[in-house]
């Protein structure tokens, strides 16, 4: 069984940067598969955020972070992570980890089945 808990969340002036993590458990780097970022701001619909298969062969992004974020993951350290930079207000959200076993990222990260239980990024003006 996965399990995922990010890390790294908080609150940094517009402009800055930050990086979340999420330490996985049960999570088999060497399989096919694809580990993502999705949020979602309040009273917002879940945004998927990026993407990377397995072996980071290939990385996707969402339009709106995309030349500001990097995605990527470490199987030594079981974690994958996102950087974020010049970071704006509108990326103030709740950002969660997900993972979905055996798929190519065809489908965005807020649809995958396993999440965590998110961790906080507020951008203040």
């Known amino acids: 069984q996965v399990h995922l808990v990010e890390s790294g969340g908080g609150s940094v002036q517009a402009g800055g940067s930050l990086r979340v993590s999420c330490a996985t458990s049960?999570?088999?780097?060497?399989?096919?598969?694809?580990m993502g970022w999705f949020r979602q701001a309040p009273g917002k619909e879940p945004e998927g955020v990026a993407r990377?298969?397995?072996?980071?062969?290939?990385?996707y992004y969402a339009d709106s972070v995309k030349g500001r974020a990097t995605i990527s993951q470490d199987a030594a350290k079981s974690t994958v992570s996102l950087q974020m930079n010049s970071l704006s207000p509108d990326d103030t959200a709740v950002y969660y980890c997900?993972?979905?076993?055996?798929?190519?990222?065809?489908?965005?990260?807020?649809?995958?089945?396993?999440r965590g239980q998110g961790t906080q990024v507020t951008v203040s003006s």
């Open positions: 990377i298969t397995n072996g980071g062969v290939i990385r």
């Open positions: 997900a993972v979905d076993p055996g798929r190519d990222c065809s489908r965005q990260p807020e649809n995958f089945p396993v």
């Open positions: 049960g999570w088999v780097y060497s399989s096919r598969g694809c």
